[in-house]
């Protein structure tokens, strides 16, 4: 399995699964162009999305992060990383992993391209859109000030779907986590994990984590 990671993006998250799990993989890693900042467009020819992550394991050509962290945990994972149906905290593991690309990514991605907009700070759907990112935010800081990861008690994958939405993200829309003191607990917690760090420095070795 190769897994293409774009620099500084939502691939982060295959490449620090692969690690967690510890499978053999092989990485390319692809550099944005410097201008637009968009993938390369070797990058682009691998999917017809032309967007990060994208894996290939031999005649397969998967992108979406979902799919793939599914797929990945689904053939390799044993168990590991996911709650079973008949786990206490099996309904709050789907809800955390979904609400990570389907709510909360999305929240950030809309913010970044209204302020390349310049947009004066009342304009009402820019205070719409921060209000619903700002409602996201709290909703994570009331939930890691209950519990060590999203799921509940044990580390799983929707951990792995949140942590660039919180970290790398906010090199393209910088946002102050300072009023969320139980997400920067957290990050601290996910920094101290020897496979997100392997992964980070392996994928993004000049960068260091956007941990703080
Ligand atoms: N929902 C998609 C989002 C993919 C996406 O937007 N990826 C960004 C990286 S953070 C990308 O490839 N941007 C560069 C480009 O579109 O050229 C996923 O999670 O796979």
Known sequence: MIVHHLGKSQSER?????EELGIPYDLRVYDRDPVTRLAP????????????????DGDLVLAESGAIIEYIVAKHGKGR??????????AQFLFWFHFANGTLQPATG??????????PD?????????GRLDLALGLVEARLARSAFLAGSEFTTADIMIVFTLTTMRLFLPFD??????????????????????????????MAPLLT
């Open 14 to 18: 295959i490449v620090w699964l692969c």
């Open 41 to 56: 467009p070797q990058y682009k020819a691998l999917h017809p999305m032309g967007a990060a992550p994208v894996i290939t």
């Open 81 to 90: 990383l996911t709650l079973a149906p008949d786990h206490p905290d099996f």
């Open 122 to 130: 009342d304009n009402p759907i820019l205070r719409a859109m921060k």
């Open 177 to 206: 986590l300072a009023p969320y003191p139980a997400i920067l607990a957290y990050l601290q917690r996910i920094g101290g994990r020897p496979a997100y760090r392997r992964a980070m420095h392996k994928g993004d070795p000049d």
């Open 110 to 119: 809309r913010n970044m391209i209204l302020s390349r907009l310049k947009l």
